[in-house]
């Protein structure tokens, strides 16, 4: 009996079983490391895109800005309106 247990022969089911095991585990993680790549370069590409929908926003605020400023300019010119109601010390 106490051969028997002391016996290091590992039965060839058992080895087979491990291999499968390292293989699946490998697999897993290579699996969450592709999807973590994945995710990453999603999130990145949210952020260009959206980093791009404010720039767009600055630019029609700018165009819309120009626009008035130009429309004060052209009845300042017309005398519709007196450059001392226009606001000389503005932001812009």
């Known amino acids: 009996m106490r051969a028997a247990i002391d ?5 060839l089911s058992i080895k087979n079983l491990r ?5 699946v585990w ?15 370069t999603l999130f990145s ?6 980093q791009i ?4 926003e600055k630019r029609v605020n700018d165009i819309m800005n120009m626009n008035l400023k130009l429309n004060d300019i052209m009845l300042l010119n017309e005398g519709y309106l007196n450059s001392a109601n226009y606001p000389v010390n503005s932001k812009d």
């Open 45 to 50: 590409n949210i952020q260009e895109y959206l």
């Open 19 to 23: 291999l499968v095991a390292n293989i």
């Open 7 to 11: 016996e290091k022969f590992i039965p």
């Open 53 to 56: 929908i404010i720039n767009s």
């Open 26 to 40: 490998i697999l897993i993680l290579l699996l969450a490391i592709v999807y973590y790549v994945i995710q990453f």
